[in-house]
């Protein structure tokens, strides 16, 4: 995946060192848009790429490995200001039940980008709560950083199949989106070599 990231990148940033910095409306300058989506289709996908539970690997873990790595992770809560910790793991619950995502795909993206939006806001909210009642702010920290790695692990048991659904939708559309900058870029060239005047290139 890293690999993947930054060829694309790359490509993009010697696409437009070959454009001049200055891409027209042409076949080439066409490619080139094609190109800027595609990047751009590759970053989203790579922030919905994060989401999906995986082995060190990288294979995307089955529903019941997903399951088993949740169960590890409530032995965390078990600590020290257990009644805090208790608190932040019930809010953590609440936000993922509360969560619907069955539908389309624009669905699915709206339900994922609402949940990091309520976890950000409860888990500013538990912080000022958790400082008011004088719980150390190392163990505050500690605590929240739990439960963003059980909000993450709930939420993939929770909507495995929407966040499948979800990458296998974005993988369709990004490879159409390749498939059409690829093209392009043949016609580019194409263009190119037919009228290239390579007579003007001889010594």
Not at 14 to 25: D, E, S, T
Not at 151 to 159: D, E, G, K, M, V
């Amino acid at each position: 995946m890293t690999t993947h990231v930054v060829t694309g990148v790359l490509a993009l940033l010697l696409a437009l060192v070959h454009a001049g910095m200055a891409p027209r409306a042409t076949v080439g300058g066409h490619a080139l848009a094609a190109l800027a989506l595609l990047v751009v289709t590759g970053a989203i996908g790579r922030y919905f790429y994060a989401f999906v539970p995986r082995a060190a690997n990288g294979r995307e873990l089955a529903l019941e490995e997903v399951q088993a790595r949740l169960a590890q992770l409530s032995s965390g809560w078990d600590r020290e200001n257990r009644k805090f910790g208790e608190r932040v793991r019930a809010r953590v619950h609440e936000l993922v039940v509360a969560g619907h995502w069955r539908g389309s795909f624009l669905k699915r993206v709206s339900g994922l980008l609402r949940s990091q939006r309520d976890l950000r806001q409860a888990l500013a909210e538990l912080a000022s709560a958790g400082l008011a009642e004088g719980v150390p702010a190392d163990q505050i920290r500690e605590t929240l950083e739990l439960a963003k790695r059980a909000h993450r692990a709930t939420l993939a048991a929770a909507h495995f199949e929407d966040l499948r659904a979800l990458m296998g939708t974005w993988r369709y559309l990004h490879r159409w989106v390749a498939l059409y900058m690829v093209l392009i870029v043949v016609l580019h060239i194409v263009a190119a070599l037919r009228y290239a005047n390579f007579g003007a290139l001889a010594p």
